[in-house]
């Protein structure tokens, strides 16, 4: 069964940039598709990107500008840098594993806190 | 403001049925599969329901999913306490090119 951890500080300033990695274990980042999603507190769900070894890749149109996704096959591991931090990207931040149109496979989330 | 719209919250005795609705457009829900999520406190997301109506391996048959146009429906029976959680569905939008997420839905059993 895969198992996805995410990685990264908890505490970044405003303005800067956010980068988080998420490690794959049980399964192949080869296969899939990989995604980001985040939560702030008290909140839904945000869909903030999705990426795959096939070279497809798709982002929220409201952060697209601000996002950058990338994959490392030999480390097994893909990240999420996202830029211009303000305030309302505190979140917890997860990494999930979708198969066609289903979110089958989730990390345990990472609080991130954006202050100076 | 969520694509998805859901009623913030539910609630229903133990034993008894809930129905947890999503509402949303030609875009999303009617032309794309839907799951739904429970999401217990403090942890992430699981998945319930795909592809309006399948359940993965492991989940129970209390869980049921149906879509009618552009609304989809999660179904649990026979209530738990420990079924108390929040509730999101989601789809992708072919217009926006996004997966969206409805606001979820808090359950409580009463």
């Known amino acids: 069964q895969v198992q996805l951890q995410e990685s990264g500080p908890g505490l970044v300033k405003p303005s800067e940039t956010l980068s988080l990695t998420c490690t794959v274990s049980g399964g192949s980042v080869s296969n899939d598709d990989w995604n980001w999603v985040r939560q702030p507190a008290g909140k839904g769900l945000e869909w903030i990107g999705r990426?795959?070894?096939?070279?497809?890749?798709g982002n929220s149109p409201s952060l697209k500008s601000r996002v950058t996704m990338s994959i490392d096959k030999s480390k097994n591991q893909f990240s999420l840098n996202l830029k211009s931090l303000t305030a309302a990207d505190t979140a917890v931040y997860f990494c999930?594993?979708?198969?066609?149109?289903?979110?089958?496979?989730w990390g345990q989330g990472i609080l991130v806190t954006v202050s100076s | 403001q969520s694509v998805l719209t859901q009623p913030p919250s539910v609630s229903a005795a133990p034993g008894q049925r809930v129905t947890i609705s999503c509402s949303g457009s030609t875009s999303n829900i009617g032309s794309n599969y839907v799951s739904w999520y429970q999401q217990l406190p403090g942890t992430a997301p699981k998945l319930l329901i795909y592809?309006?109506?399948k359940r993965p391996s492991g989940i129970s048959d209390r869980f049921s999913g149906s879509k009618s146009g552009t609304s989809a429906t999660l179904g649990i029976t026979g209530l738990q306490t420990g079924d108390e959680a929040d509730y999101y569905c989601g789809t992708w939008d072919t217009s926006l090119s996004a997966v969206v997420f409805g606001g979820g839905t808090k359950l409580a059993v009463l």
């Open positions: 592809e309006h109506n």
């Open positions: 999930a594993r979708s198969s066609g149109s289903k979110h089958d496979s």
């Open positions: 990426l795959s070894t096939s070279g497809y890749s």
